[in-house]
């Protein structure tokens, strides 16, 4: 059974820095590509970051290139986001998700985390 495991979101002001991290269990962490996503209240989940199973390879959103770096320690079974230069839009539940598949596309991850709240105050 496949779990992912969010942790790490918070209140933070604008302007600052924030990491939410992702555990995983029940995977061959270098074989699953790792994805983060987030949901705004009354949006949808939109794309955010994903990195290949090696980690060797990164794609962003356009909103967040430059402020954000996903990242991933396979032996610690971890995949990791830094946020930086956080602003109020950046506030949403954010969503750890894993695939098999081709890690630059959004909708071929299926195994999803529970989120984690980030809140940005102005």
């Known amino acids: 059974q496949v779990e992912l495991v969010e942790s790490g979101g918070g209140l933070v002001q604008a302007g600052g820095s924030l990491r939410v991290s992702c555990v995983t269990r029940g995977l061959i962490s270098r074989s699953a590509a790792m994805a983060w996503f987030r949901q705004a209240p009354g949006k949808e989940r939109s794309f955010v970051a994903a990195?290949?199973?090696?980690?060797?390879?990164?794609y962003y959103a356009d909103s967040v290139k430059g402020r954000f770096t996903i990242s991933r320690d396979n032996a610690k079974n971890s995949v990791y986001l830094q946020m930086n230069s956080l602003n109020p839009e950046d506030t949403a539940v954010y969503y750890c998700?894993?695939?098999?598949?081709?890690?630059?596309?959004?909708?071929?991850?299926?195994?999803w985390g529970q989120g984690t709240q980030v809140t940005v105050s102005s």
């Open positions: 998700a894993s695939t098999f598949g081709y890690y630059k596309n959004p909708s071929n991850y299926n195994y």
């Open positions: 990195i290949s199973g090696s980690g060797s390879s990164t």
